[in-house]
Every structure is written in structure tokens, then in C-alpha cells.
């Protein structure tokens, strides 16, 4: 923005453009949870409406639309996969922004911001530990898993 209009910035001091750059981050990160859970959302929901569809017993699709059933569903299990990493990479992406951009703020070391030292505390954000989003994955991985075995019985 700043070189879109020029001098904008120019009345901030370095504190109150490092606090803007940190609320600003804060709320990009914010902004991305709740996308992750309605994507999540919209692709469960698409997943389990097609294994209602291939499991029922009146059989609503046709033998010869089998075949393309299996494929849309199996695509749209690796659109999910793709979604899923995707989001999780922006999410931590965005969790960087804000740690340096809190660091600035909150320079005591000794006294972080509330993800500093929810970072030191919790160990939040560490990739060893199980995050809600790779418990996402293991769930796609599930549809995906059933997927290909329901495309081995059909085959068979």
C-alpha cells in the first residue's frame, strides 16, 4: 500500500508499523482455521454423500456409470488431499509471520507475546506433535483407502 500511495506510512513510527504488521498477520492467521474446517466440511460431507450412493442397497447407479462414479470420487478424495496439505503449509506459513512479527513486538524474551509463549508452554506448533489438521489427513487418507478398495471389488 505504502508504495501505492506514497508517504502513507511515513507518520507511523517503526513501533506503530511493526503493531500493524503484527494485528495484521494475527488476523490473516485467524482468518485461515475456519476455512480449513468449511473446506473439511464441504469435501466430508461430498465424500460420505458418494458412499451412501455406492453402498445403498437399491444400487441408484447404473453398471456402466460405475467406472466414473469411482474415478470422480477417487479425484475428489486427492482434491481433498491436495486441499488439506495446501492449507495446512499456508497455515504455518502465516504462524511464522506472526511469531517474527511478535518477536518485534514483544522483544523481552523473557515476557513473549501469547504465541511465543504458547510456543515455549504448550509446545504449540511443533511438528512432532498431532495437529488437528494431520488428524485430517488420517480421515481423507481413510476415504482414499476406501476408495481404491472399492475399485479393487469392483475390478474384481
Not at 43 to 60: D, H, M, Q, R, Y
Not at 106 to 119: C, T
Request: hydrophobic fraction near 50%.
Amino acid at each position: 500500500l505504502g508504495n501505492l500511495i506514497p508517504g502513507i506510512f511515513s507518520a507511523m513510527t517503526t513501533e506503530e508499523l511493526q503493531q500493524l504488521r503484527y494485528s495484521e498477520a494475527l488476523a490473516q492467521y485467524r482468518e485461515h482455521g475456519p476455512l480449513i474446517w468449511s473446506r473439511n466440511n464441504f469435501f466430508l460431507l461430498v465424500e460420505a454423500a458418494f458412499v451412501a450412493v455406492v453402498t445403498s442397497k437399491e444400487k441408484p447407479i447404473t453398471p456402466e456409470a460405475t467406472p466414473l462414479i469411482g474415478l470422480i470420487v477417487l479425484l475428489v478424495a486427492v482434491i481433498w488431499l491436495w486441499v488439506n496439505v495446501a492449507s495446512q503449509l499456508l497455515l504455518r506459513q502465516w504462524r511464522k509471520i506472526v511469531l517474527e512479527s511478535e518477536a518485534r513486538v514483544f522483544p523481552d524474551p523473557h515476557n513473549p507475546g501469547p504465541f511465543g509463549m504458547a510456543q515455549l508452554t504448550l509446545k504449540e506448533g511443533r511438528n512432532l506433535i498431532i495437529s488437528i489438521t494431520t488428524a485430517l489427513y488420517v480421515l481423507n487418507l481413510g476415504f482414499l483407502i476406501f476408495w481404491c478398495s472399492w475399485w479393487v471389488i469392483q475390478l474384481a
